[in-house]
């Protein structure tokens, strides 16, 4: 059985959120941005950064597939369920839970290009620059983490975890 142990606890991922939103607020006040969300694994992160922002923006998700059940990212991205809201001429915000190799937001940047937004930048809570594959831009990052999976906070393995409050690795208990 895989026993998750904690690396980034509940507190300090709450001061983190609002030191990202008051950075965002500063930048997108007044600007009605449009945070897009890549779901499932950014939904908790999400929640809790329009509540610190307190300020008038929208949300929408987009639902992509590359892990399926494996902590390996299968390489080949798919959108399974695309935007409900135009987002010609907005600011976009991308707000992700974790950047391992690229791969995901990248696809998920050109699918946002092609559909001419004013600007689009990008959040992330938990980065993991050893797993890069390709460059992306990251404009408002919280974590860097080691080459480790990671759940909690949202994100799973294979399912489970995601609703840990804290940050956790996965550790071999026999
Ligand atoms: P990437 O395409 O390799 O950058 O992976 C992006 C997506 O894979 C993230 O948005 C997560 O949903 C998932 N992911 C990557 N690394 C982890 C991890 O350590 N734990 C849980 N999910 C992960
Ligand atoms: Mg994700």
Same mark, same amino acid.
């Given at each position: 059985?895989?026993?998750?142990?904690?690396?980034?606890?509940?507190?300090?991922?709450?001061?983190?959120?609002?030191?990202l939103?008051?950075?965002?607020?500063?930048?997108?006040?007044?600007?009605?941005?449009? !945070?897009?969300?890549? %779901?499932?694994?950014? &939904? #908790?992160? +999400? /929640?809790?950064?329009?509540? $610190? !922002?307190?300020?008038? %923006?929208?949300?929408? &998700? #987009?639902? +992509? /597939?590359?892990?399926?059940? $494996?902590?390996?990212?299968?390489?080949?991205?798919?959108?399974?369920?695309?935007?409900?809201?135009?987002v010609?001429?907005?600011?976009?915000?991308?707000?992700?839970?974790?950047?391992?190799?690229?791969?995901?937001?990248?696809?998920?940047?050109?699918?946002?290009?092609?559909?001419?937004?004013?600007?689009?930048?990008?959040?992330?809570?938990?980065?993991?620059?050893?797993?890069?594959?390709?460059?992306?831009?990251?404009?408002?990052?919280?974590f860097?983490?080691?080459?480790?999976?990671?759940?909690?906070?949202?994100?799973?393995?294979g399912?489970?975890?995601?609703?840990?409050?804290?940050?956790?690795?996965?550790?071999?208990?026999?």
């Open positions: 059985m895989d026993e998750p142990r904690v690396i980034i606890p509940r507190e300090k991922i709450q001061r983190k959120v609002e030191e939103a008051a950075e965002i607020r500063r930048d997108y006040l007044s600007k009605n941005p449009l !945070l897009v969300g890549a %779901l499932k694994g950014s &939904f #908790v992160f +999400m /929640s809790d950064l329009v509540r $610190s !922002l307190d300020m008038p %923006l929208e949300i929408d &998700f #987009v639902k +992509m /597939s590359s892990y399926g059940a $494996s902590t390996q990212t299968s390489g080949s991205v798919r959108i399974r369920h695309g935007l409900g809201t135009p010609r001429n907005r600011h976009v915000l991308v707000v992700e839970d974790i950047i391992d190799s690229g791969l995901t937001l990248r696809h998920l940047l050109d699918y946002l290009d092609r559909r001419k937004p004013l600007t689009v930048r990008v959040c992330t809570l938990f980065d993991k620059p050893s797993g890069r594959r390709v460059e992306v831009p990251i404009h408002y990052a919280g860097t983490v080691p080459g480790r999976f990671v759940v909690g906070y949202g994100l799973d393995c399912e489970r975890f995601r609703y840990l409050p804290d940050l956790c690795v996965l550790e071999e208990q026999n």
